[in-house]
């Protein structure tokens, strides 16, 4: 068992990519781009979770006070405050292991249908992908399409993963956010899902650290002065 921790690097080296501008051109008919991030940014992932969101709201405030709740559990069993649990720190307590198991299972039980909603929206995305990627490929005459993570170094220029997210936004505008009956889900757009989330649970904790550093930095307002 671990202890909740911010995937702040993550959320880090996404902020780059997300941000970018779209890409001009390539190098020599050799391209970059990220299908992972192409999917994030799209806008019909974008509205699909905003839907998601108001239909299961009830759902997700149970699951964010059922985690919060779980955090707190497990610190308490860190008993020398390290940020990392022990083997003899969980066997001390198993009434508060008990807890955190208990609430673990509710929250993958609230959390079920909103993932099975998110992903549906995902895997739809990710049937049109290629067609969104061969697209740009042939308008930028390009013959080789690379991962970012393969190559080392290369200019701005050469990644078109803003112009694939322009394809695809174009193609699809929007997508479905409520399975068919009996809808089975793909493992790579379940991973995928499970990616993403990660990747908003990453920036979303990335913003809310930043947030409360800002504040810890504003200065005090002035006491009122008290009538007498």
Do not use: F
Request: aromatic share 2%.
């Amino acid at each position: 068992m671990k202890l909740a921790k911010a995937t702040l690097a993550l959320a880090t080296a996404l902020g780059a990519t997300l941000t970018a501008a779209p890409a001009a051109a390539q190098v020599n008919g050799i391209a970059l781009s990220n299908p992972e991030v192409v999917i994030l940014q799209s806008q019909a992932r974008q509205a699909a979770y905003q839907q998601i969101g108001q239909t299961y709201q009830s759902q997700i405030q149970q699951v964010s006070t059922l985690r919060q709740e779980t955090n707190a559990l497990e610190q308490s069993l860190d008993t020398n405050s390290d940020g990392q649990l022990t083997e003899a720190e969980v066997q001390a307590n198993p009434a508060v292991v008990q807890q955190i198991n208990q609430k673990e299972q509710q929250i993958g039980q609230l959390y079920q249908p909103i993932a099975l909603a998110q992903t549906y929206a995902i895997e739809q995305l990710v049937n049109d992908y290629e067609n969104a990627q061969n697209q740009v490929m042939q308008q930028k005459g390009i013959q080789m399409l690379l991962s970012p993570d393969a190559v080392q170094s290369a200019p701005d220029s050469a990644n078109v993963t803003g112009d694939i997210v322009a394809a695809l936004n174009s193609r699809m505008p929007s997508v479905q956010t409520t399975p068919p009956q009996g809808w089975q889900p793909n493992r790579q757009s379940v991973a995928l899902q499970q990616r993403i989330q990660q990747i908003l649970l990453g920036l979303a904790q990335q913003q809310a650290m930043a947030q409360a550093q800002q504040q810890a930095g504003q200065p005090r307002a002035p006491a009122r002065p008290t009538g007498r």
